[in-house]
């Protein structure tokens, strides 16, 4: 009898056959695959032997035309077909974009407040391109392993920016669906990078990695111990990258040549030449002397030319401001770690940006040492993804244990009354993390409750990012208080949130897998920081004062629900008096004035002290009622 080789896919039916498992840098500018092949890892090329894949996809009336290098060539001549940077609008809604000159024509997506883009083949949205980008490297991994139809990669770990919130990576993984790759597991960029550094010179310690790519900027801190890559703290900016410095130089060149200060003037064609235009002249002057300038010629289509001399001072300052931010975000995420720069033993530069000579002096200066190099700022993140890819999949070998600690970029939390933001597992916690609370009913016989979960840095939940809500139905109807409602917090290891509410009593439950629509909007993610600290004492304060409101409308809950149930107890003018203060009491938790709230709240709850004392005594005389002196004590000794 013949038996049949049965194999899982991407494993051979050899037992000791290698699991093939790659590891992708979906890049906004460039992307790369890379994978573990005879014990070291290989940047997969093409068939002609290229590793950088431009992250360009162009659509015809019958779908994709062309994707990388092929497509590239065509972003000048057809560029509201030609989509660049998509990894930009990743996550994103409409609104979010309204402030960026893009070439697109863009619009709401369908049933969906992520934007699409209007192409020749018909709608498409970040997500769909971003799948054709994904299915590009997954084809060139199966030709560069030979694999069969009947054969396919065991899985992938795939790169994100740290600062990408949980739409933007969700989006990241359903486009890896759509490309027919299963997700072994997201991880931070500069986590890869710090993983392919470590592993290479075997160092521990304290490190930062300046993370500089097209599109996006992350800092990140990272403590490697003997195996273990902790992330201590992170912060970014999801809207700063290289384009913006090429962008910056386009506009210097329409401003000296009297077009205007944007590309308002021009059209979408002259738009996209002028940034290649721009592209390629900040990389020419990376390898100049500070001093020698380079000519830059440009003619628009109406036949008129232009020409401008630049040098790399020039660009420098230029470009002073989109430096002066890197820094600060750097600067801000020391200081969220309480740690001075003479503490890291070194600071990793990863993505191509990085290789500009005015960003190198910057960081040097900035952490008070020279950065490390040693790896193709390029690859490096690929190379990371691909070893945790590889061990991910079960091709384990000596000196391949490790542990990858990430964390959260901001707080995790949900509405309390009053409007208030109950942070339940705070920014840069390690991930995966799982956090619980209890909470309970505000009112009597409340048998529902609202859960709202929210992101940010700000006590109110006006100021903070709304990511989901869902309700809890059939809690047991109790008094106010009395319910125990615990409500639970997951994230994974992808940074993904899934949370949960549970009535302790009955074990009514309720729940939902945190998806939003599209993510943070460029200005938030740095807005929410810099408010967050900026206006933290007067957050405390407005918290202070809407605890205190909450407080005083629970008591006149109380007191009203009493007087109304046992309001023959009140004895001579004392109702009058309760009556009196409760109108007060009422009239005050409209104010600003949080002492007079408080004095208040403390005057009537003292006022209605004895009367709680008599309901309580005829509570207990209502229980008592019927029963022996004996059956009270032998139930007591029970």
Not at 123 to 133: H, I
Request: proline share 3%; aromatic share 4%; with cysteine.
């Amino acid at each position: 009898m013949a038996l049949l080789q049965i194999a899982e896919p991407g494993q051979s039916a050899a037992p000791h056959q290698h699991r093939i498992a790659i590891g992708i840098d979906l890049g906004t500018t460039h992307s790369l695959v890379a994978a573990v092949r005879s014990g070291s890892v290989d940047v997969l090329a093409d068939g002609q032997g290229r590793v950088l894949l431009p992250s360009v996809v162009r659509y015809g009336p019958e779908g994709v035309l062309a994707i990388g290098e092929q497509a590239l060539e065509s972003a000048v001549t057809d560029p509201t077909n030609t989509i660049i940077s998509v990894k930009r609008l990743m996550g994103r809604g409409v609104d979010d974009i309204a402030a960026h000159s893009t070439p697109y024509d863009i619009v709401e997506g369908p049933g969906q407040k992520m934007v699409s883009l209007k192409t020749a083949a018909g709608l498409r949205s970040p997500v769909e391109v971003s799948a054709d980008l994904l299915g590009e490297l997954h084809q060139r991994a199966r030709d560069a392993f030979g694999l069969g139809v009947a054969d396919d990669i065991a899985g992938a770990v795939i790169t994100v920016p740290a600062y990408f919130d949980d739409a933007q990576r969700q989006a990241t993984k359903d486009a890896a669906r759509l490309a027919g790759l299963q997700v072994l597991r997201l991880i931070n960029e500069p986590t890869a990078a710090a993983l392919a550094y470590g592993l290479d010179s075997g160092a521990e310690g304290l490190y930062a990695v300046f993370d500089l790519g097209g599109g996006t900027f992350d800092v990140s801190l990272l403590r490697l111990t003997r195996g273990v890559f902790e992330v201590v703290a992170t912060g970014g900016d999801t809207a700063l990258g290289g384009d913006d410095f090429d962008t910056a130089l386009a506009h210097a060149w329409l401003s000296r040549w009297e077009l205007g200060h944007d590309f308002s003037a021009l059209s979408a064609s002259e738009r996209r030449q002028l940034l290649r235009l721009a592209r390629r002249q900040k990389e020419a002057l990376t390898e100049l002397a500070p001093d020698v300038s380079t000519t830059a010629s440009w003619t628009r289509e109406n036949g008129q030319s232009y020409a401008a001399d630049i040098s790399r001072r020039e660009f420098d300052q230029i470009t002073a401001d989109l430096v002066r931010r890197t820094i600060s975000v750097s600067q801000q995420v020391l200081d969220d770690a309480g740690i001075a720069a003479t503490d890291l033993k070194g600071v990793v530069l990863v993505g191509g940006s990085t290789r500009m000579p005015v960003i190198r002096r910057a960081v040097a200066e900035c952490f008070g040492q020279e950065p490390i190099t040693g790896l193709d700022p390029d690859r490096v993140v690929a190379i990371g993804a691909a070893l945790q890819a590889n061990l991910l999949a079960g091709n384990r070998s000596e000196g391949d244990d490790w542990l990858l600690l990430d964390v959260l970029p901001l707080s995790l939390g949900l509405e309390t009354m009053g409007g208030l933001a109950e942070k339940i597992i705070p920014r840069n916690t390690p991930i995966p993390v799982a956090r619980a609370q209890e909470f309970t009913t505000f009112k009597d016989g409340q048998v529902a409750m609202s859960i709202h979960v929210v992101q940010g840095e700000r006590e109110l939940v006006s100021e903070c990012r709304s990511l989901a809500q869902f309700e809890l139905r059939g809690i047991p109807p109790l008094s106010a208080g009395a319910a125990r409602i615990r409500v639970s917090f997951q994230v994974d290891a992808d940074g993904l949130l899934s949370v949960s509410a549970q009535e302790q009593r009955s074990g009514v439950e309720a729940s939902v897998v945190v998806k939003p629509s599209y993510g943070l909007t460029d200005a938030q993610v740095a807005e929410m920081l810099q408010a967050g600290f900026s206006s933290a004492q007067q957050d405390m304060q407005v918290r202070a004062l809407r605890e205190a409101q909450v407080d005083a409308q629970r008591l006149l809950e109380a007191v009203s629900s009493a007087v109304s149930q046992d309001g023959d107890l009140l004895i001579g003018d004392e109702r009058q008096h309760i009556e009196e203060l409760m109108e007060q009491l009422r009239a005050t938790c409209g104010g600003a004035d949080l002492e007079d709230l408080r004095d208040r709240t403390r005057r009537l709850s003292a006022l209605t002290d004895d009367f709680a004392a008599r309901r309580m005594d005829r509570a207990v005389q209502r229980a008592l009622a019927g029963q022996s002196i004996d059956g009270v004590i032998g139930h007591a000794a029970r």
